[in-house]
Every structure is written in structure tokens, then in C-alpha cells.
């Protein structure tokens, strides 16, 4: 975060509670950032939870408590979010970037968002990358023959045919590269990972160490040699559910085929390896096709006073092409639209304008971030929230950096969500898709579902929307309106 930023950030948030007769502040743009990372899963460990900062013991301001009070109003009893997401769903299904189901679906919020009565309803064009998996299989072919469930990982090429090979296994990413020399050429390595279980004291899902075998586990493999490279499914918990996601080649490493499999799987291969050589044969169809035009969906409420100054609240509309998307992250694309519309239907119109945005291409590339970067990134931005840990109960936000200052003055409003639980304000990430916000300076947040079972599905065929309670995703949608509310409104 640069200096100037820091300061900006500090100033507003320091006059949350100030009276409007108070002295005017400075606002800064955001500065141009640098380049985001595309492309492989950006979203690292959430970090325990935890306060970073004192209570300030100060009263929320009459604005904030009388928001609270009609924004949980307006969304008590109501069903619609989760309805809306169950119709996008079955619609559409999954929605890969370079599909039309994405671009249809796309379309449809639209639609939605204008019959909300939201303002400046458009689809702001962007170019996608489009990766299509094709037929794929794998099989045990010696000692016996068993066919084993898979997914080919996302931006993998194909095998040019079926790849029968012997494999070799390893029981995390870095050992690979302590095998010795020529024990992986030619042969199929597999890296058995372990993802630990979801630990309830510190909210610790284990998701950042263990999905570098996914998405270094490629290259690090090529690196010895090897022709393919399984991985077991980045999951602690499995019922022959495989898990995709992107993986990431280095620059000068030989590409080669990439596949996930169940932790079943990988067992039993692990299994039958320390007995003696066992074979595969893979077969993925894979192949990237041209970029594909794409966008992102955007609707406002403009602001009553400084309409130029925005606060971005979304999630992203595409998915893989596994499952329906609904956790990932079609629910929080749809707690986004209803947090817009509640405030409006709480006869609230904010400060500032607020935004809408349904990011495309946050799964393989990015590139619905940086194109909302590159086309809106020295505008004034006051805050940005992201959903996209699935939709569990409510449990808070989390505020990326480690501006203690900016922390206690966010948590005076903490006690306004109490309607809603025990939900906390606390230090640890935004998101991906405004990471080139958050690097710029704007603050950003990540609202805070409890995420206990979201890499049960993640990335699966499990990703549907009956794993979703309807309650849960209104609530959750009442607190990001509650919260982007503030920000917008703040003096």
C-alpha cells in the first residue's frame, strides 16, 4: 500500500463517527497498481481469526444503527437471494470462462438488476481465456485394471492420446525435487498431499500450504523429467469427489498433462506402489482455444452527494465446469445483488454511489479484476468488498493489511451486526478479483462466511446449490449491505 494511500485510508476512517458539520477531508484516487498475478487461485490462507487491534469502546453513529435496523428489516423472512441463485443454477450450471453458459448467465443478472431498479446496468467487455477439457479418463493398467475418477486441472494440455506409464510417488510438492536423479523420467509422478481438516479453533481451512501441489506440482514434476503429473484432490474430506483448479506452468519448464484425482484414488495408488510398480494410463483432451469475449456485469446505486466516489461490493460469475458453481461462486455473485437491492428497498440512498460487480474470469486468468483495474482504477474508490469463500453462516469481514488504525475504527460499527451473530471484524484478506484495488490502497475487505465445509466442494461436482441454506445467504447478504452502506456513507 503506498503512503498516500495509507494516508487517505486513515483520514476517512478516523472521521467514521465524526458530525457533519466537521471540517471536509481530502480524497486520493487510487494510483495506478501493479499487474495482478493472474490466472492460479490468488485467494492465499485465511489467517486465523484474530482482532489486531484494542476495542475503541465508542457508540456507532444514529446513521449506522438506523441502517442496521432497516437493512435487516428489509431482508427478514426473505428467500429471494437463494432463489435467484437455484434459477441461475438450473439455467445455466457451470459457467467456464470461453462457454455461453457464463455468457448467458452473465446476461441474465443483467436483466435481474434492472428490474431491481439498480442504475448504469451494463456488461463492460472483456476478453477471456478459453480452456476446454475434452474426453479424459484415467485407469490403473498393471498389476490389475480399475478405472479411477478424475479431473484434468484447468490450463493443462492434453496427452496426444492415452499416456501409459508407470508411477511414482511422493508425499508433498517440495519432495519432488529431492528425488533422485532420472527416478521420474518418463514416468507419471503422483504427489499425495494431505490436506489436514478444518481446524474450529482458529479457523484454519489448510487450503494455501496444500494447493501448491496443484498449482507448482507440474513444472516441479517436468523439472525430473516426468511425462504427467496426478494430483491428490486439494480436500480433507472426499466420497470419490475429485477437485479441479488451476494449475501454473513456469516460464521455460516443458508443459505436460495435469490431473487430479480423489484422495481414494491416491490412496490406492499410493497403496499399490509400495508393493511394487504399478501403471496408468491417462488420456485428457485438453486444449486451449483463442481468447473468448466475455465481461463484467455492473449496476449502481448512485451516490446522493459524491457520486464519483465508489464503493465495489461482488463476486465473480464464472465457475468451473464441474458441478453448478453455487458456492463458488454463483452465491456470492447473488449476495451482492441482494445486498444492492436491500439497500434500496430500505428507502437508503448512500453518500457515495455504490457498485455492483460481477467479476468474470476469476477462476483461469483474472481477467474480469484487472479489466475493472484498467478500466475504473483511478477513479476514487472508498472501499471494495468481495464474496467468495462459499456461503456458510455469517461470521464477519476480514480487512486485508495491517492498518490497525483503519482495524478500531471499522470495529466501532461491529456491534451493529449482532442481529446476525457473533460476527467480527478482523485483519487477513479482500480477494482476488480487487487485489489491484487493495494494491492501489482502496480498502478492501472480504465478507466472512464460515467456511468449515467449503473445500468439501470446492472446485467439484459437489459445488451445487442444495448445499446452501437459504437463510445463511440472506443474512450474509445483509451484512454486505450493511457494511458497504457504511463505507459509502461515512463522513
Not at 494511500?5 to 465524526?18: D, E, F, N, Q
Not at 525435487?177 to 478444518?198: D, F, H, W
Not at 494449475?247 to 508393493?275: C, D, F, H, M
Amino acid at each position: 500500500m503506498n503512503i498516500r494511500a495509507i494516508a487517505g485510508v486513515s483520514l476517512l476512517l478516523a472521521a467514521a463517527c465524526k458530525p457533519s458539520g466537521a471540517a471536509p477531508e481530502t480524497h486520493t484516487p487510487a494510483e495506478q497498481a501493479p499487474p495482478a498475478v493472474a490466472g492460479v487461485d490468488a485467494q492465499p490462507e485465511p489467517a486465523p481469526q484474530q482482532t489486531g487491534a484494542p476495542e475503541t469502546g465508542e457508540p456507532a453513529p444514529a446513521w449506522a444503527k438506523d441502517a442496521a435496523t432497516k437493512i435487516f428489516a428489509a431482508a427478514e423472512g426473505k428467500t429471494r437471494a437463494w432463489d435467484r441463485l437455484a434459477q441461475m443454477s438450473d439455467l445455466y450450471g457451470h459457467r467456464l470462462s470461453g462457454s455461453k453458459a457464463l455468457e448467458d448467465a452473465i446476461a441474465w443478472t443483467l436483466e435481474i438488476m434492472t428490474d431491481d431498479g439498480h442504475q448504469n446496468v451494463r456488461k463492460e467487455a472483456v476478453m477471456v481465456p478459453h480452456w476446454v477439457r475434452g474426453k479424459e479418463s484415467l485407469a490403473i493398467a498393471s498389476p490389475m485394471r480399475r478405472p479411477l475418477t478424475m479431473l484434468g486441472l484447468g490450463m493443462s494440455v492434453g496427452t496426444r492420446g492415452t499416456l501409459t506409464r508407470e508411477v511414482i510417488v511422493v508425499d508433498h510438492v517440495d519432495a519432488i525435487a529431492e528425488l533422485p536423479e532420472g527416478a521420474a523420467k518418463g514416468k507419471i509422478v503422483l504427489i499425495n498431499q494431505v490436506m489436514p481438516p478444518y481446524d474450529p479453533h482458529t479457523g484454519n481451512t489448510h487450503y494455501g500450504p496444500t494447493v501448491q501441489a496443484r498449482t507448482r506440482g507440474a513444472s516441479e514434476a517436468a523439472k525430473k523429467g516426468a511425462d504427467a503429473v496426478l494430483v491428490r484432490s486439494v480436500t480433507a474430506v472426499s466420497l470419490d469427489n475429485p477437485h479441479t483448479g488451476t494449475l501454473s506452468y513456469e516460464e521455460g519448464v516443458r508443459k505436460i498433462p495435469a490431473a487430479a484425482v480423489t484422495i481414494e484414488g491416491a490412496e490406492l495408488l499410493a497403496r499399490q506402489a509400495a508393493r511394487g510398480p504399478v501403471k496408468v494410463s491417462l488420456k485428457m483432451g485438453a486444449k486451449q482455444l483463442p481468447d473468448a469475449p466475455s465481461g463484467n456485469a455492473i449496476a449502481e446505486i448512485v451516490g446522493r452527494e459524491k457520486p464519483d466516489e465508489v464503493v465495489v461490493i461482488g463476486g465473480h460469475i464464472d465457475s468451473w465446469d464441474v458441478g453448478d458453481g453455487a458456492s463458488d461462486d454463483g452465491a456470492g455473485c447473488m449476495a451482492a445483488m441482494e445486498a444492492a437491492t436491500l439497500i434500496r428497498e430500505s428507502g437508503l440512498q448512500p453518500r457515495r454511489t455504490i457498485r455492483v460487480v460481477l467479476f468474470t474470469n476469476e477462476e483461469n486468468g483474472l481477467r474480469g479484476g484487472l479489466g475493472y483495474f484498467d478500466a475504473h482504477g483511478k477513479e476514487p474508490h472508498l472501499g471494495a468488498i468481495e464474496s467468495d469463500s462459499g456461503m456458510g453462516r455469517p461470521t464477519g469481514f476480514s480487512l486485508a493489511g495491517d492498518d490497525a488504525e483503519a482495524l478500531a475504527a471499522l470495529k466501532v460499527f461491529e456491534p451493529l451486526f449482532g442481529a446476525l451473530g457473533d460476527l467480527s471484524i478482523t485483519k487477513g484478506w479482500g480477494g482476488a478479483d480487487i487485489s489491484p484495488l487493495t494494491r492501489a490502497g482502496v480498502l478492501s475487505m472480504a465478507l466472512r462466511p464460515d467456511a468449515s465445509h467449503y473445500f468439501d466442494l470446492h472446485h467439484s461436482p459437489a459445488d451445487t446449490i442444495d448445499k446452501i441454506d437459504p437463510a445463511h445467504l440472506e443474512q450474509n447478504a445483509a451484512a454486505m449491505a450493511l457494511m458497504a452502506y457504511i463505507l459509502a456513507e461515512r463522513e
